[in-house]
């Protein structure tokens, strides 16, 4: 009944441990800050393959931490394959971390560098788990590709989500949103940093292979202050600094397909 988990003084990441342990105890946390010059370049490493067609997106939601877009991920529609993963690995959703201001709102941080904002794709292995609660709670359950987002000039594949915002600014409200192609969310370069790491939200499970890219993709600052119309809870909670901050590396070793 109380206030679930959240971003706020009372119930953000510092507070996340009391209900999910393993935010403190864990070993492969996220987000995490990636220092170019301690990853590892692994020719072995393939290049990120990525079938999508626009069709199968279904839905626009404000889950109250995020705004996220559903795919029907019954069949293999949106699939991504190669890059560090074995198998294929279904898109289920994407959703946005921002910040208060411009000069932070990423999770990941890159050689210091906070972004504006960060854009997760999340993907589950549909070649060896049924469905998304199974494929969540296994070791190489997830793959979820991060991108970067850079306030510069405006971004017009964006701007379908962003002028439906409007509509679903309340906590839990949702419109149908189809036909939005994800790779037209992407940067042409998509060389990545690679490493095992977990969920950035409760339940925090350590089921993500993360795929984080180096070139970030750019939006206005109008359109980053569109993101900050949505609402936590309320009329005066407007929705930003969604994000965790970065966590132990531990014993982890980050990769690069890129020299
Ligand atoms: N920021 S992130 O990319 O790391 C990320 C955060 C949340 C999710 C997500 O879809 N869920 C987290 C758990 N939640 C509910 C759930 C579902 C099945 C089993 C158990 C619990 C859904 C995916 C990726
Ligand atoms: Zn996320």
Redesign the pocket.
């Known amino acids: 009944a109380g206030c679930g988990w959240g971003y706020g003084s009372k119930n953000g990441p510092s507070h996340w441990h009391e209900q999910f342990p393993i935010a403190k105890e864990g070993s492969r946390q996220?987000p995490i800050e990636l220092k170019n010059a301690e990853t590892k370049y692994d020719s072995s490493l393939k290049p990120l393959t990525l079938s999508y067609d626009a069709s199968s997106a279904k839905s626009l939601t404000n889950t109250g931490s995020?705004v996220?877009v559903d795919y029907e991920d019954g069949t293999d529609r949106l699939v991504l394959t190669g890059g560090p993963l074995c198998g294929k690995y279904r898109l289920?959703?994407f959703?946005f971390?921002w910040g208060a201001c411009d000069d932070h709102g990423s999770?990941h941080i890159l050689d210091g560098t906070s972004y504006s904002a960060e854009l997760?794709l999340?993907h589950w292995n549909a070649e060896k788990y049924c469905d998304?609660?199974e494929a969540?709670?296994a070791p190489d359950g997830?793959a979820?590709i991060?991108v970067f987002l850079k306030v510069c000039n405006e971004n017009p594949a964006l701007q379908k989500m962003l002028s439906s915002l409007d509509c679903i600014k309340k906590k839990g409200s949702k419109v149908e949103f189809t036909d939005f192609a994800p790779c037209a969310l992407l940067p042409p370069c998509l060389n990545y940093y690679t490493y095992l790491?977990?969920?950035?939200?409760?339940?925090l499970?350590e089921s993500?292979i993360w795929i984080v890219l180096k070139e970030p993709i750019t939006l206005s600052s109008e359109q980053m202050t569109k993101f900050r119309t949505l609402e936590f809870t309320g009329p005066d909670d407007p929705m930003q600094d969604n994000y965790?901050p970065p966590q132990p590396l531990k014993c982890r070793e980050i990769r690069k397909n890129f020299q």
Do not use: C, D, N, Y
Not at 197 to 203: K, M
């Open positions: 996220s995020s996220q289920r959703q959703h971390h999770e997760h999340v998304f609660a969540a709670k997830l979820v991060g790491g977990s969920l950035t939200t409760p339940p499970f993500v965790r």
